[in-house]
């Protein structure tokens, strides 16, 4: 904190809250009753003028008070292994989880029923759309004659390019100019 000298007593030059973090914490320290007797007197007397420093102050005291006074509830013996249990189970990939939580719970009688329905899945999948290593052309003219080209499209293509060619000209910045 920031104390002068007063004759036999130190006063604080600054708010302790709003001279920075390091401050703050030497307020903490008021708090849990671990700061030396000194800067604590000098605080108390500072507290008397600043409401801001006795609001923090008491709501912090209020804080330790509720915490001294907290009773934690007894644990269970298990507890710890069901701890670690869960923590594996949250570390497992996601299908491992929601496998895991479908085989716990529920009827066990449809479980063997899952990889039987994933495999007529699969199998359906295939029979509506069969893999096929080549595919068909979908353009019927090239399917006819490979060799053929179309000169329709070529023209197109090539008025296409000189378009996008004008509008990269004229895009460009002009040297002549910048001189």
Known sequence: MFEVNRGNTKELR????????????????????????EPASAF????????????????????WNALDEFEAMPIS??????????LDEQAAPWWSRVWNRMAASGPRIWRPAIPVA????????LWIHPFSASAPPTDPSIAKNPDHIDTEQVERTLEDMEMIRQFTVADAPNSNRDM
């Open 14 to 37: 600054e708010c302790p809250l709003r001279a920075g973090e390091e401050n703050a914490a030497q307020l903490l320290d008021y708090c849990h009753h671990k700061l030396a007797p």
């Open 44 to 63: 108390e007397r500072h507290m008397e003028h600043c409401p801001a420093c006795r609001a923090f102050a008491e709501s912090q005291m209020a804080v």
């Open 77 to 86: 013996e298990d507890f710890d292994q069901r701890l670690f249990a869960r």
């Open 118 to 125: 994933a495999v007529l899945l699969l199998a359906a999948g």
